[in-house]
């Protein structure tokens, strides 16, 4: 097996950046309908709620048991850096506007 490392940036693992984006998300968005890599999402607008990442290909499909990610109601760049197995699913809470970047 291969040891994978990454360079390493005031004590900060610098991992691999999605090779695609999705922008301006305010609804429930089938990213990626098959396995994939999440890497960031930026959040553009707080909101009044927080939303998920999900690993399923439908957006009635996300629920609490495939959530990978919580999003927070805070403006900013979240690293995620997680695998999906199924695809991915974005959810922003009400009145978020994000970005996702993955691959």
């Known amino acids: 097996m291969a040891i994978t490392s990454f360079p390493i940036v005031n004590n900060v693992a610098i991992v691999?950046?999605?090779?695609?984006?999705?922008?301006?998300?305010?609804?429930?968005?089938?990213?990626?309908?098959?396995?994939?890599r999440v890497a960031?999402?930026?959040?553009?607008?707080?909101?009044s709620a927080v939303g998920s990442v999900n690993d399923c290909i439908t957006t009635g499909a996300a629920a609490v048991a495939n959530q990978i990610f919580v999003i927070p109601q805070t403006v900013g760049v979240f690293s995620v850096d997680m695998p999906t197995s199924t695809g991915i699913t974005v959810v922003p809470g009400t009145g978020q506007t994000l970005a996702v970047s993955y691959s």
């Open 16 to 36: 691999g950046n999605g090779t695609k984006t999705v922008l301006n998300i305010t609804s429930a968005t089938v990213i990626k309908p098959v396995a994939g």
């Open 40 to 47: 960031k999402v930026s959040v553009f607008v707080a909101g």
